[in-house]
C-alpha cells in the first residue's frame, strides 16, 4: 500500500509554456501533499505544502504565480509550472501524507523530469 | 535555513567493505530520517529514528541518532553492489521535512 504515483515521468516543453504536473496517492487518501524540486546533483528541496480545499503554504522564494498548486482532492494534487523558463528544468517530486499514519509520514512519487528548451 | 550537511558528499568503496555516512545540523530535530534514491526515482525511507541516542539495525545498516537529536550516522557493514544510491537524511519538525545535502555512495564489484 501507499502509492503514490506522478505524470507525466518525463516532459519537455518550449520556454514561454505552460505546464501541469500530476500528483495521485493511488490506494489512500492523502491528508497533505508536498512538492519538492531537485536539481542535478543536489538534494531534494521543498517547494510547497498543500491541504485539501485549501490554498498552498509555499517556502521562502518560491514563486506562488509562476508555481500553480491546486489540491483538488484527498489524492490528487496538480503542480502547473507556468511562463517556464530553462532554469526551471529539473527534477519534480511529489509526496503524500496518509490520513491514517503518523504526521510525518511521507509516501514519495517518483518524480517529474522537466525540460524546457 | 535549517541546514542538514552530509559527509562525505561522494564515497566510492570496493565491495565487503564497511562505511559510515555523516548527517549534521546545529538544529533539533523531532525525529530524523534516512532515505535512498536512485536515478529517476523518488526517494525511499529506509528508517526513522526518534529518541537522542536511538541506534536502528536493519540488516546491514545501522542508524544512529545523536543524544541531543541534531545529529545522525548511517553505517553499513559489508556494502554490496546494491546499495549503491544516494543516500539522504532528512529532519523532521512537524509535518515538515528538511532534507540533507546527500551522499552518493558507489560499490564497486
Known amino acids: 500500500g501507499a502509492v503514490v504515483s506522478q505524470h507525466p515521468s518525463r516532459v519537455i516543453c518550449k520556454s514561454g509554456t505552460s505546464v501541469k504536473i500530476e500528483c495521485r496517492s493511488l490506494?489512500?487518501?492523502?491528508?497533505?501533499m508536498f512538492w519538492y524540486r531537485q536539481f542535478p546533483k543536489q538534494s531534494l528541496m521543498l517547494m510547497a505544502t498543500?491541504?485539501?480545499?485549501?490554498?498552498?503554504?509555499?517556502e521562502q522564494g518560491v514563486e506562488k504565480d509562476k508555481f500553480l498548486i491546486n489540491h483538488a482532492s484527498l489524492t490528487l494534487s496538480t503542480l502547473t509550472v507556468t511562463s517556464a523558463h530553462p532554469e526551471d528544468s529539473s527534477f519534480y517530486i511529489c509526496?503524500?501524507?496518509?490520513?491514517?499514519?503518523?504526521?510525518?509520514?511521507?509516501?514519495f512519487g517518483p518524480g517529474t523530469r522537466l525540460t524546457v528548451l | 535555513t535549517q541546514l542538514l550537511e552530509q559527509s562525505p558528499q561522494f564515497l566510492s568503496i570496493q565491495e565487503g567493505e564497511n562505511l559510515t555516512v555523516y548527517c549534521n545540523s546545529s538544529?533539533?530535530?523531532?525525529?530524523l530520517q534516512w532515505y535512498r534514491q536512485e536515478p529517476g526515482e523518488g526517494p525511499v525511507l529506509l528508517v526513522t529514528?526518534?529518541?537522542?541516542?536511538e541506534v536502528k539495525k536493519l540488516k546491514r545498516l545501522t542508524f544512529q541518532f545523536g543524544d541531543a537529536r541534531k545529529d545522525s550516522s548511517l553505517h553499513i557493514t559489508a556494502a554490496q553492489p546494491g546499495d549503491t544510491g544516494l543516500y539522504l537524511c532528512a529532519g523532521v519538525r512537524g509535518e515538515k521535512l528538511t532534507f540533507g545535502t546527500g551522499t552518493r555512495l558507489t560499490i564497486i564489484p
Open positions: 529514528v526518534v529518541t537522542g541516542g
Open positions: 490506494d489512500f487518501q492523502a491528508t497533505t
Open positions: 509526496s503524500a501524507t496518509p490520513r491514517w499514519g503518523s504526521y510525518n509520514e511521507q509516501f
Open positions: 498543500s491541504n485539501e480545499g485549501s490554498k498552498a503554504t509555499y
Open positions: 538544529s533539533v530535530f523531532s525525529s
